[in-house]
């Protein structure tokens, strides 16, 4: 039975995925931004150049995710799981926005390393994910392939690593607390979303007892 945070998915009429209207027509418009900045980074450096492919990647999988996206089980009722989730989606277009610092050429380097790690892993994540992607908390199948072998929520953890990574480049004060604002939401997301999973999944339990949350063998 469902929690009263849970919305269990009722037959009948299949309902119009919402979650797709929006997200494919968003991440199409960062895809060709994306693409226009590769063909006009004559001057980038190589670093830079493959953040901008891997970033590209990312977007034309969450496309491919959300056209192939299979009907939710469950979906949370929490408002402010949804703003948590709303909130933490767009926070790391706020870190272009902040005044940047002066990172020196060691810090710079470190933060394209990171934002360029962090997306690889969700573009590895995205892969194995594939038609169980939402922004919001809800329930289709358990993943245990590819990184959630490693952990259950691999796509929040290089979001983090990504986040970071920006945080460095952006080298102030500010862009941390920034970063920092960005982990308390996806750990808080984690929770909302294990509740609906917990709920509407049986297999689920047994993969969180056997499977750490964000880092291997943490939590």
């Known amino acids: 039975m469902a929690t009263a945070a849970t919305m269990k998915a009722a037959p009948g009429r299949a309902r119009p995925d919402h979650g797709r209207l929006i997200m494919v027509p968003m991440a199409i418009v960062m895809l060709l931004l994306d693409v226009i900045a590769l ?13 901008t492919a891997a970033i590209c990647a990312f977007y034309a999988l969450i496309i491919w995710c959300y056209l192939r996206r299979a009907p939710a089980i469950a979906t949370s009722g929490s408002i402010t799981a949804y703003a948590a989730a709303v909130v933490a989606t767009l926070t790391p277009f706020a ?31 995205l892969r194995f994910l594939g038609r169980n992607l939402s922004v919001i908390a809800q329930a289709r199948d358990v993943v245990d392939r590819g990184p959630y072998r490693l952990v259950r929520h691999p796509l929040y953890a290089a979001e983090m690593v990504s986040a970071l990574g920006l945080a460095l480049c ?21 929770l909302r979303e294990e509740q609906v999973l917990l709920d509407a999944l049986p297999g689920y339990r047994g993969y969180r007892a056997r499977t750490a949350a964000l880092l291997p063998g943490l939590f």
């Open 95 to 125: 870190f272009p926005l902040l005044p940047a610092g002066l990172p020196g050429a060691g810090q710079q380097l470190v933060g394209d390393a990171l934002v360029l790690a962090g997306t690889a892993w969700a573009v590895w994540s």
């Open 170 to 190: 952006v080298g102030t004060v500010a862009a941390f607390a920034v970063w920092l604002a960005l982990c308390g939401l996806q750990g808080y997301r984690a």
């Open 39 to 51: 063909t006009r980074g004559g001057g980038l450096d190589p670093p830079r150049l493959l953040r």
